[in-house]
Antibody, heavy 119, light 110 residues
């Protein structure tokens, strides 16, 4: 059974940093690209970043302006999101999502981890 | 990367059919047949319902169907059931390994 478990969400002050993690199990992790998708309170889903199976192809949403870094460690079956210079508008639930590999879709999601940015 | 446009809400009675539109641009929906749809019950993980405009993953009911014309994709739910009440999001590949989601549509079963 595929499982994606996010962690690392916390209450942080504006301007601070936070690192999210996503632990994958039940799948050959290094076969798949992975993504982070977020949902601000009362808002819709927003694609944040994606990373190919070997980290050779990485992409970000334009709105992040270089503040976030996605990475992965295939030896640990883990995906990461380093978030710097956090802003109140970065608040929300952050989901880890598995790429469908051939169909440019997200075919499995974690339950999410909550990030709160407030002073 | 502007969010795709969806109606804020759509409602229908049990057994009826409803259609949710998803309008993008020639940079995303209009160029790529890589539109997917997700069902999201609040507090739960989103679920893939349609990929590549009109294909259903294994296990998804055939009451869900997708289509696309020009810059607009659509999701149709036929034989509406109480369990279909949820938020629905479209998503399109937008080139250069990026994606854009729609603003979301709340489906209410009357």
């Amino acid at each position: 059974e595929v499982q994606l478990v996010e962690s690392g969400g916390d209450l942080v002050q504006p301007g601070r940093s936070l690192r999210l993690s996503c632990a994958a199990s039940g799948l050959p992790f290094d076969d798949y690209a992975m993504h982070w998708v977020r949902q601000a309170p009362g808002k819709g889903l927003e694609w944040v970043a994606g990373i190919s199976w070997n980290s050779g192809d990485i992409a970000y949403a334009d709105s992040l302006k270089g503040r976030f870094t996605i990475s992965r460690d295939n030896t640990k079956n883990s995906l990461y999101l380093q978030m710097n210079s956090l802003r109140p508008e970065d608040m929300g639930v952050y989901y880890c999502a598995k790429d469908s590999r051939f169909f440019n879709a997200f075919d499995f999601w974690g339950q999410g981890t909550v990030v709160t940015v407030s002073s | 990367q502007s969010a795709l446009t969806q109606p804020a809400s759509v409602s229908g009675s049990p057994g009826q059919s409803i259609t949710i539109s998803c309008t993008g641009t020639s940079s995303d929906v209009g160029t790529y047949n890589l539109v997917s749809w997700y069902q999201h019950h609040p507090g739960k993980a989103p679920k893939l319902m349609i990929y590549e405009v009109s294909k259903r993953p294994s296990g998804v009911s055939n009451r869900f169907s997708g289509s696309k014309s020009g810059d607009t994709a659509s999701l149709t739910i036929s034989g509406l059931q109480a369990e279909d009440e949820a938020d629905y999001y479209c998503c399109s590949y937008a080139g250069s390994s990026t994606y854009v989601f729609g603003i979301g549509t709340k489906v209410t079963v009357l």
